[in-house]
């Protein structure tokens, strides 16, 4: 039996940083797992597209695709976006099984990334009570999508940060440079920035402004390809597939 197609759909930029970090990840999902079909299409600004690469994959023969969406939260693209496409295509390629898996966060393999970048840019396990952590994420109008960010920044604060505090390059706020200097008003004297994204962009060099303009101590690098983030590509692919198994069976 062969195993359906992994299709990773991200969002895509006009930022070529952000379409060659795609790529390193999905390269580490290949070497993690040898074997497995693994494809990448975006939903604008880059090439392929979504329904170019499920067109092409038909006409090669594939007979199940699983669309992994490379989204954090379940916002606007992972809700109404993504399976628009999907159902489109799903009418012009009958014969070709699409199923739509689950975004990646939130998810403990998500904090070990945020945790590496964080390590990497210079935090060492004894300044953590006495920091103050910015998760900055790129922000929704989506309740859903605000309320696991809140939630997120709640469990970190648990694992012994001194303040957890979410911010948002768009759609609302505050910003990161609003929430370093609130931190700071409230006396913590230490403060890191944790992007809460998968790729430099607009939007990530929003939060790093924001960060330096504020005097952030240290501002760590985005999610990117880190090991953790393949093997959480993989875990939400399995889950997926194991799906598939129980629809087609019951």
Known sequence: MTHPTLLVVAHGSRDPRHAATVHALTERVRAERPGLRVETAYLEFNAPSVPRVLERLAAEGADEVVALPLLLTRAFHAKTDIPSVLREARARLPRLRIRQADVLGPSPLLDATLGRRLREAGIRPGDIPRTGLVLASAGSTDPEAIAVIAEIARELRHTGWCAVRPAFASALLPRTEDTVRALRAEGVEHVA????????????????????????????????PAPELARLLLDRYDEARVAVGASLSA
């Open 193 to 224: 920035v944790a992007p809460y994204v998968i790729a430099p962009g607009r939007l990530p060099d929003r939060i790093a402004a924001g960060a330096e303009a504020a005097g952030a101590d240290v501002l760590a690098d985005v999610l990117g």
